[in-house]
């Protein structure tokens, strides 16, 4: 798996570690499981740390610790399954999170666009996309219908903006 962080290509500085594994030096990403049991010894490791959410484990079940998270890996399980949509527009809007929202599992050319729309900054990609697939998959669209995280202003707002426009135009 490779490593698309806001945009580019980058070397994965986080090792993803299982339940039962010990933990290497350096920054880790663990489940919410691990996470609940072992808190207070991972964050006196003082060292880099992210959590693992599964579909269907909210990210209300860590918001009280973002601010000793460096990443929050969101799982996308199957084509089908968004929630991790969701879970990444809540972790920027509602819970104001500033670190890392990662996409990773079931990862999609064809949602790119859109995990970028939602919030996230990093995903885990298969290997064999490239920087061009990269750029053809995130300005596939040049305009959006819903308002999202990234800013954008959407179509009936940029559409009732310019009829504003030309309005006041008429009107002189």
């Given at each position: 798996m490779q490593l698309i962080r806001n945009g580019k290509f980058v070397a994965d500085d986080f090792a993803t570690v299982?339940?039962?594994?010990?933990?290497?030096?350096?920054?880790?990403i663990v489940s919410l499981e691990r996470w609940q049991k072992e808190r207070d010894a991972l964050t006196a490791r003082n060292t880099p740390l992210g959590v693992r959410l599964?579909?269907?484990?909210?990210?209300?079940?860590?918001?009280?610790d973002l601010d000793k998270l460096k990443v929050v890996a969101l799982e996308f399980p199957v084509y089908r399954n968004g929630r991790a949509y969701s879970y990444a527009r809540l972790l920027r809007e509602r819970h104001g999170y500033t670190g890392e929202v990662r996409a990773v599992g079931n990862?999609?050319?064809?949602?790119?666009?859109?995990?970028?729309?939602?919030?996230?900054?990093?995903l885990e990609v298969a290997d064999n996309i490239t920087p061009e697939i990269w750029?053809?998959?995130?300005g596939a669209f040049s305009l959006s219908y819903q308002p999202a995280t990234d800013g954008r202003e959407p179509?009936?707002?940029?559409?009732?903006?310019?009829?504003?426009?030309?309005?006041?135009?008429?009107?002189?």
């Open positions: 299982g339940d039962e594994d010990a933990l290497p030096d350096g920054a880790v599964k579909s269907g484990q909210e990210p209300s079940a860590i918001a009280d990862v999609l050319r064809d949602q790119f666009h859109f995990m970028v729309r939602c919030g996230f900054d990093a750029a053809e998959s995130v179509v009936l707002s940029l559409r009732q903006r310019l009829a504003a426009r030309a309005s006041a135009r008429e009107a002189v």
